[in-house]
Nanobody
Framework: QVQLVESGGGLVQAGGSLRLSCLAS????????MGWFRQAPGKERECVAE????????NYADSVKGRFTISRDNGKNTVYLQMNSLKAEDTAVYYC????????????WGQGTQVTVSS
């Protein structure tokens, strides 16, 4: 089992920045690829960024490329999502998730943190 706890959400004006953190506990964090997802009211959950177990490989949704950066510190069991140039459409509940390297599906999820961007 992997337990995930997000923090860092809040209210920010359009054009501003936030950094989300996700602290993992349980199994060996460095074995797990990680992802950040978001879900806005009335919309499907969207994967915004992924990072490999080593941190050397990342992927981003087109909607956040150039504005968001995912990173991880395996020594601190933490994955981050730096969000810059925030837009009103980035408003959502953001979740971090972990998966086994042998699977495509994410098996472990945090409780989510609300990000609200005012225009």
């Amino acid at each position: 089992q992997v337990q995930l706890v997000e923090s860092g959400g809040g209210l920010v004006q359009a054009g501003g920045s936030l950094r989300l953190s996700c602290l993992a506990s349980g199994r060996t964090f460095s074995n797990y690829p990680m992802g950040w997802f978001r879900q806005a009211p009335g919309k499907e959950r969207e994967c915004v960024a992924e990072i490999s177990a080593s941190g050397r490989s990342t992927n981003y949704a087109d909607s956040v490329k150039g504005r968001f950066t995912i990173s991880r510190d395996n020594g601190k069991n933490t994955v981050y999502l730096q969000m810059n140039s925030l837009k009103a459409e980035d408003t959502a509940v953001y979740y971090c998730a972990a998966r086994l390297a042998t699977r495509r599906e994410y098996d472990y999820w945090g409780q989510g943190t609300q990000v609200t961007v005012s225009s």
